[in-house]
């Protein structure tokens, strides 16, 4: 498949992920042509009747990979393979000694240099691809992913989620001076530390252009940072204060409405994970949409806020514990109300105001339990849930679709009709309770790295030229990746 540009695997074909196969993915196009390869050492100097000199011919001819996922691979098959690959092709190796004849021929001017003198091979680089997924990988050990990551220099996505990277992987990656991440994904990855995200989030280049950034983490897997490290990141990481990110996961992090407070505005932001964290009160994360993100679509509230909890959490003796049906009125008092309804206005003339809701939020994801309290829903909100065990608070009446004649392409509309086919689908889907297919849902716990086509029902962009490109955290899977993307907590 010489114009093969993008790859993608599951743990249900990984035993397949052989080292011939790795080679056939990766030490295509550039690499093969030298662009990439050592500049010195024994992998320029062949027989012209080699089988590996064959196959190099022959992907040099091959288009350069530009995507591969590898979601979930774990199986020993692919491990051992992705390691001798790494060991083989990633890894700097000296070459054989120099012997006295070879040095003298090297040498004609008779100057005799120390016996066994070494060279090391340079590291081979593969420039071609930009979008890695390895979500799930955790069977591949550090000093096998670090080299593997850093082979490819023009990377753009990156997904580790569920990894074992560590912090002096991070910090490698930090030092790249050609890897420009467009969007990262570093949740429950429970070896890093708060300093190594930090780190990397403040002081280095790679993530000043991040417009996507999942840090997810939950009661199993709480994200490693500390409240002075995370107000650090917020007042400081480039993607903060330029205001450019429209993904961000932050759940399980200490976030307070003081750290709220602190973010300057992000006005490009859609959508906001901001699960597991029980202590924020719900009224800051109202205000801090209000004011400072007033474009989120999507928030995800799942075990966050006291008043939130339908009662579940241990209270203190002699204090009243809650119920389903006070979090559900506190949700739509304090959080649905205020930022999803018009302004009220009066007016003696026949003029009527078409002032919008103060935000454009449209999809809350919540608990189970609090899901369970909310019934049928109320007005034009539903409740729909995934194939697995996520749900989401919907306003059927809400979506974009396109306005003829306004030149604005698509826009936010929030009084679609009974009729309208997008809400029309909404209903559908709330109906089916979570007998649908896998690439149902909002706020994607996956990155989506190959080129692939979504449904537009649920489409979050209203650019569709995006649609033929890897769409990182924003992107739309069916299948297994929509599974891991959509269906699953983690």
Not at 6 to 19: N, Q
Not at 188 to 215: F, G, I, M, P, Y
Not at 295 to 306: A, F, K
Request: glycine share 8%; hydrophobic share 35%.
């Amino acid at each position: 498949m010489p114009n093969l540009a993008t790859f993608g695997a599951t743990e249900y074909m990984d035993g397949a992920l052989t080292l011939p196969v790795l080679k056939e993915l990766f030490l295509r196009g550039a690499p093969s042509r030298g662009r990439g390869r050592p500049s010195r050492g024994r992998s320029l100097v062949f027989d012209v009747h080699d089988t590996e000199e064959e196959d190099r011919e022959r992907r040099r001819e091959c288009r350069d990979l530009e995507a591969a996922d590898l979601t979930g691979c774990v199986s020993a098959v692919f491990v051992n393979a992705l390691t001798e690959f790494v060991t083989t092709y990633l890894q700097p190796q000296a070459d054989a000694e120099v012997s006295d004849s070879e040095i003298d021929a090297n040498n004609p001017g008779g100057r005799r240099l120390r016996r066994g003198v070494r060279f090391q091979e340079e590291s081979l680089t593969i420039p071609g691809l930009q979008r890695l997924g390895l979500r799930g990988v955790k069977s591949v050990a550090p000093r096998i992913l670090s080299p593997f990551i850093l082979a490819f220099p023009s990377l753009t996505h990156l997904d580790l989620s569920g990894t074992r990277v560590t912090p002096d992987i991070l910090l490698a990656l930090g030092e790249s001076s050609t890897i420009r991440l467009q969007s990262l994904a570093l949740a429950r990855c429970v070896r890093l530390t708060s300093a190594s995200l930090k780190t990397l989030l403040v002081d280095s280049q790679v993530t000043s252009e991040l417009t996507e950034l999942n840090l997810y983490g939950d009661a199993t897997f709480i994200t490693d940072l500390s409240e002075p490290h995370l107000r650090d990141i917020i007042t400081k990481a480039p993607c903060f204060t330029k205001g450019v990110l429209a993904y961000l996961d932050l759940s399980s992090a200490p976030l307070t409405r003081e750290l709220l407070d602190l973010f300057r505005p992000q006005p490009k932001l859609r959508s906001l994970g901001l699960s597991h964290i029980p202590a924020i009160e719900l009224k800051a994360i109202s205000n801090f949409l209000k004011t400072t993100a007033p474009n989120v679509e999507i928030l995800t509230l799942v075990s966050t806020s006291p008043e939130l909890d339908c009662g579940l959490r241990p209270v203190a003796p002699g204090t009243q514990r809650g119920s389903a049906r006070q979090s559900s009125v506190a949700l739509h008092t304090q959080l649905i109300r205020p930022l999803c309804t018009p302004p009220f206005s009066f007016s003696l003339t026949s003029q009527t105001s078409n002032a919008p809701p103060p935000t454009n939020l449209r999809v809350v994801e919540l608990s189970t339990a609090l899901l369970a309290g909310l019934g049928a829903g109320a007005g034009t909100w539903r409740i729909i849930k995934s194939k697995g065990g996520r749900g989401w608070y919907v306003d059927t009446a809400s979506g974009w679709v396109a306005q003829l004649g306004s030149g604005k392409g698509s826009v936010l509309r929030r009084d679609l009709q009974p009729d309208h086919p997008f809400r029309v689908e909404m209903e559908k889907l709330s109906n089916a309770n979570g007998n649908v297919t896998s690439g149902v849902g909002w706020h994607a716990r996956k990155m989506e790295v190959r080129s692939c086509l979504r449904s537009y029902i649920l489409e979050v962009t209203d650019d569709p030229n995006k649609i033929l490109h890897g769409h990182g955290m924003l992107g739309r899977e069916d299948g297994l990746y929509g599974a891991a993307s959509f269906a699953h907590q983690g």
